[in-house]
Each structure stands twice: as structure tokens, then as C-alpha cells.
């Protein structure tokens, strides 16, 4: 984690048009994509984005749907804040923090579409098979929503599902070669306004020390790619402009995500 840096100094260096690492204000920190190192998951990833580390681990079950979606089926995301990744986050049930990264991933990959849960029903209001994604947060160095999101695509992109027993439960010994049904990679990018400027993928000390934030979140879908949500934080606004810039930048940033996902699960 990043050691303490007064808000107002980083305030003052973006209003000089600078950053504390010397990133170009739409530039990412260094990315790094590990899978495939859980063995008792259906599908992980392990996501370094600057010094910021998030591990992600998909499990599947077989389970109920729900009354309202009888023919689908469930996914459901959940993150845990260790305390070793930073002083601020404490042991017990999750946090405000922990809670808004979950929806924000959560809402990235289930607006994009990108993954087909029709296709994972069994027996229509009976049986269907449920996805859970837990993401861990190993070190806060920023931009944990970016981070978390790439982990969780990379690791439902790299999972196998279970086989099943002739009594219809989950062989968990038994991998097949069955993916998810997916058909795009949706990514979350996540821009702060400090001082009056927009930078991308805030670092720690810039995350503290932001005015507004925005998270949008982009698919690619039959060659195209597509906006799937958006999530503000912040005590401050934006103007229709810095919106518009942001979306823009989201979809080129996006696909470079993007390309950083399928070259960790080709």
C-alpha cells in the first residue's frame, strides 16, 4: 500500500498538470493478469494493477432460481476487504466499501449481457446452476473497482464447470471441459475528478484525494463495443463535457483492458 500523501498536494500536482508517478492523465498503471492458480475453484485469476492485488475465485453450484427469473440462472459476487491490504479495513462482516465494489462488479458483468444464464438453467424453476464469484482484496494501492473487475472476468473467462452426479448434484472432483456461456468481456474503467481535471485508474493517494469519481462499464459485443453501466461516487458532479470525455475514453481504455484478459486466458 501506498504510504499517506496529503490530499491538497496532490490536488495542487494535477492542477499542474501532473501525477504523483508521472502517468499521462488517461494512462493505466502496469497491469498483470495470473489464472488458473486455485485448484479448488471452477476458474480464478489473480489481478495486479500498479501495487494494487485482487484475487478472484469462481465456484459453481447446482441451486434454485429465482421466482421471477425461473429459466436463469444466479450469479452473485461477493468481496472481502483483508485487513493486511491496508490499516483502513478492519475484520468483520463487509463494509460500505466492500458492498459498493461487489454491486459495481456485479452490475458490470450482469448490464453487459456478456454471459448467457439461460444457457445455465437445468430444469426450468427447478434446477439451475448458481455462480459465485468472491473476490479478495490482498492490497489497496487504488482503483480496487477496476482491479476487481478484471480479476472476475479473467476468472469466469478461465473456468471449467463442475461435472454432475447421477443424483443431480455437483461433482467437484470432476472438472469438464464445458466454459460459461459468454459471449463478450465486459470491463469497468474508473476515472477521478481532482481539481478539476480527469485522470484515469487513481492511485491511492489520488483516490483519497478526489473530488468525483465515475465507473463505466463496456462490453464488446459482434465486433462493436458497447456502454453496460455506470456508477458515480464522490461528493462533486460533472458537467455533460467531462461525461462525454469520460465515456470516450472508457471505450479506447476499455479495449485495452480487454486485450490484457485475452491474452491471460488464450
Request: aromatic letters at 6%; hydrophobic letters at 40%.
Amino acid at each position: 500500500m501506498t504510504l499517506e500523501i496529503d490530499a491538497d498536494l496532490v490536488k495542487e500536482i494535477v492542477g499542474n498538470e501532473k501525477r504523483l508517478d508521472y502517468r499521462k492523465f488517461d494512462q493505466y498503471r502496469d497491469i498483470v493478469i495470473e489464472t488458473d492458480f486455485i485448484t479448488s475453484a471452477e476458474g480464478s485469476a489473480r489481478v495486479r494493477l500498479g501495487d494494487s492485488v485482487v484475487v478472484a475465485g469462481v465456484k459453481m453450484d447446482v441451486g434454485e432460481p429465482f421466482p421471477d427469473t425461473p429459466d436463469e440462472g444466479v450469479m452473485m459476487v461477493a468481496a472481502e476487504f483483508l485487513p493486511l491490504a491496508s490499516p483502513e479495513f478492519e475484520p468483520g462482516p463487509p463494509g460500505e466499501n466492500a458492498i459498493e465494489l461487489s454491486r459495481v462488479v456485479d452490475r458490470a458483468i450482469r448490464e453487459s449481457k456478456c454471459i448467457d444464464f439461460k444457457k445455465l438453467c437445468i430444469t426450468p424453476g427447478e434446477k439451475v446452476w448458481m455462480v459465485f464469484i468472491d473476490l479478495d482484496i490482498l492490497d489497496d494501492d487504488g482503483n480496487l473497482i477496476d482491479a476487481a473487475g478484471l480479476a472476475a472476468m479473467a476468472a469466469l473467462l478461465n473456468a471449467r464447470m463442475p461435472a454432475l452426479k447421477e443424483d443431480g448434484r455437483t461433482d467437484y472432483d470432476n472438472k469438464t471441459d464445458k466454459k460459461l456461456p459468454m459471449s463478450g468481456v465486459a470491463v469497468s474503467t474508473t476515472f477521478a475528478k481532482i481539481a478539476d481535471r480527469i485522470i484515469a485508474d487513481p492511485s491511492y493517494p489520488e483516490w483519497r484525494a478526489l473530488d468525483a469519481r465515475l465507473t463505466v462499464g463496456t462490453v464488446d459485443k459482434g465486433g462493436k463495443t458497447m456502454l453496460s453501466s455506470m456508477q458515480k461516487g464522490g461528493s462533486y458532479g460533472f458537467t455533460l463535457e467531462e461525461i462525454e470525455y469520460i465515456v470516450g475514453k472508457a471505450v479506447e481504455k476499455g479495449d485495452e483492458l480487454r486485450s490484457k484478459i485475452k491474452e491471460a486466458v488464450s
